[in-house]
């Protein structure tokens, strides 16, 4: 028996593994089924301001990471907004979000339907652009490197300072610097058919790295991690991911998440896990389980050492490689760094598995 | 419990005949003031003064269903029409009007934005309370189809006095905390 003591703290002994299943090489993937709309008009930027949980920039179009969500602060949709350009030279928006079928209505319906009489014209896009994402290249750290800044507030939320530097998520047409963590890279929005400049220097890989890149930073994304009409946005690190603004006037769903963030509590965050068999957190790819779970499976605590048993469950949203993001209580990621309780999902052969969480490398830490 | 403290008290402390007089003593009635309760506050169905022109919709490219004229339907209330009538004697304008907008934004989506109507277009309607005038209401077409049943209120509070619009039959559930801002009602 392992007599291991666990330090508080991010459990910085998982990290080497989570970097030992990515290929380190600068990596570039094609992202299937994303749509695209494309929002232009004169009134474009203060019909989006109204809207997205984000403040928008209005005097000029610039790109950035925001949410959607609905009149009771719950997420619909998590969203890349990129800058373009049309051929006659007038500026518009393309918003880029994950369009599987779900509990939320559809994107362009619901953005339609708060038109009214501005100055906006929406289009699908979808045929004409593919999504793509790139990472691990050298000049990313010119603009992406740690430590960052961060702003704490005493509910539990954290939102990023961006009151240095420039604009964070860049300022090129179709290119959006990943800055929802720390070494995410770069997004892009390439024409349907053509492969984006960055591929000539990136090495081609599929989607699922792209999916393991993602989950191994903690960054939840799409409608199976961030679930319409159902997520908060601050448990779905949307705050951490510097998707709200928390200092703009009314948008759709900003009474409940200003109120959380100034009086209420965030207890569950989305986290990375680790999914193996025996109860030793794993320290090699081989302890990793490699079967396909099914999506949003219940996780249950089991209590360890003396203490009362923790009720309700959290869930394993998506998992890939024994890798996975799941939305736990915060105060179970640390009762699992002491050893207090273990985290233990059913698969479908009703073999139990355990579910170790840790924090992220580039997590805030006050 | 209290009551019967309180009988006990009056037992103990008067004589009878003081008790019996207390019984029959004829208490003061005021005459009820007349105030009205918000639920029946004397309102009454506008009358369509002016509809919107659908070649001119057309022009513009507005994407709206005009509603025809019997299915408008804007209720008012006499408080408002009332506060109409003196705003324009004041400003000595019988075409002075106030234009209610809904405008998307807002904690729930969607807000009315309520202002002195300067000018009127080929795309408003205009609604008037039928005998106190002039109350003038411009309400223009897209805003008509999602305010469509309402009542239009002036309220005085401490808060302040303002133009309201209630019973939105297109709004679900009760609203934002400052009342300004509703969901649409799929």
């Known amino acids: ?12 002994s998982l990290l080497p593994l989570g970097r030992s299943l990515l290929p380190s090489v600068p990596s570039i993937a094609r992202l299937p089924s994303r749509s695209v709309l494309a929002v232009a008009g004169s009134q474009a930027p203060e019909f989006l301001n109204g809207v997205l949980a984000f403040a928008v920039p209005q005097d000029s179009p610039r790109p950035f990471f925001s949410a959607i969500l609905n009149a009771q602060g719950r997420v619909l949709y998590d969203l890349f907004v990129y800058t373009d350009t049309n051929p006659d030279g007038r500026p518009k928006y393309l918003i880029e979000y994950d369009s ?26 979808s045929q ?4 793509w994402a790139a990472w691990g290249s050298e000049d990313i750290s010119t603009w992406d490197s740690k430590p960052r800044k961060w702003l704490f507030a005493p509910s539990g939320a954290i939102e990023p300072d961006w009151t240095y530097g420039d604009w964070p998520w860049g300022s090129e047409n179709r290119v959006i610097r990943d800055r929802r963590a720390v070494g995410m890279g ?36 799409g409608v199976d991690e961030i679930h319409p009409t159902s997520a908060f946005p601050m448990d779905s690190n949307l705050d951490v991911m510097g998707a709200l603004g928390f200092r703009k006037g009314c948008y759709v769903g900003q009474e409940l998440t200003v109120r959380t963030y100034h009086i209420g509590a965030v207890r569950k965050r989305t986290v990375p896990v680790f999914i193996h068999e025996t109860d030793q957190p794993p320290l090699e790819k081989s302890s990793l389980v490699q079967d396909a779970l099914s999506s949003n499976l219940d996780i249950h605590p089991t209590v360890i050492s003396d203490r009362p048993k923790p009720r309700g469950s959290g869930k394993l949203l998506s998992s890939t490689q024994g890798v996975g993001l799941a939305l736990l209580r ?37 | 419990m209290a009551s019967r403290v309180l009988a006990q008290a009056f037992r103990s402390t008067c004589r009878r005949r003081a008790f019996l007089s207390l019984s029959t003593r004829a208490y003061s009635v005021s005459q009820p003031m007349r105030s009205a309760f918000a639920q029946h506050l004397p309102s009454a169905p506008t009358t369509v003064l002016s509809m919107p022109n659908p070649k001119y919709l057309e022009q513009e490219e507005i994407d709206v269903e005009l509603i025809p004229q019997d299915e408008a339907k804007v209720l008012i209330t006499d408080r408002a029409a009332e506060q109409l009538r ?31 109507a300067k000018n009127r277009s080929e795309d408003d309607y205009v609604f008037s309370h039928p005998t106190i005038k002039p109350s003038n209401i411009v309400v223009d077409a897209v805003s008509l189809s999602l305010l469509n049943g309402s009542t239009i209120d002036f309220a005085t509070e401490l808060i302040g006095s303002s133009f309201r619009v209630s019973d939105n039959p297109h709004a679900q559930g009760n609203g934002c905390g400052c009342g300004v801002s509703w969901e649409l009602k799929i």
């Not at chain 1, 079928?101 to 929406?122: C, E, N, Q, T």
């Not at chain 1, 004409?128 to 999504?131: A, I, P, T």
């Not at chain 1, 058919?193 to 591929?199: E, F, T, V």
């Not at chain 2, 400003?91 to 009315?112: F, M, T, W």
């Open chain 1, 1 to 12: 028996m392992n007599s291991r003591v666990w330090i508080t703290g991010p459990m910085s």
């Open chain 1, 100 to 125: 599987h079928p779900s509990d939320g209505p559809s994107l362009y319906d619901l953005l339609k339907r708060y038109v009214l009489r501005a100055k906006v014209k929406i289009r699908d896009v």
């Open chain 1, 128 to 131: 004409e652009y593919d999504s």
């Open chain 1, 186 to 221: 770069y997004r892009m929005l390439a024409h349907k058919g053509d492969r984006p400049s960055l591929a000539s220097t990136h090495e081609q890989v599929s989607s699922d790295l792209y999916t393991l890149h993602r989950i191994l930073h903690g960054v939840p994304e």
């Open chain 1, 330 to 366: 915060t105060d179970w990621v640390s009762d699992v760094e002491k050893r207090n309780i273990t985290l233990q999902v059913k698969s479908a052969a009703e073999k139990p598995w355990f579910v170790t969480p840790w924090w992220p490398e580039w997590w805030p830490v006050q």
């Open chain 2, 86 to 116: 003196t705003m324009s004697e004041r400003e000595k304008d019988p075409n002075a009007a106030l234009r209610i907008a809904v405008e998307s934004g807002g904690c729930h989506g969607y807000q009315y934005k309520m202002e002195l």
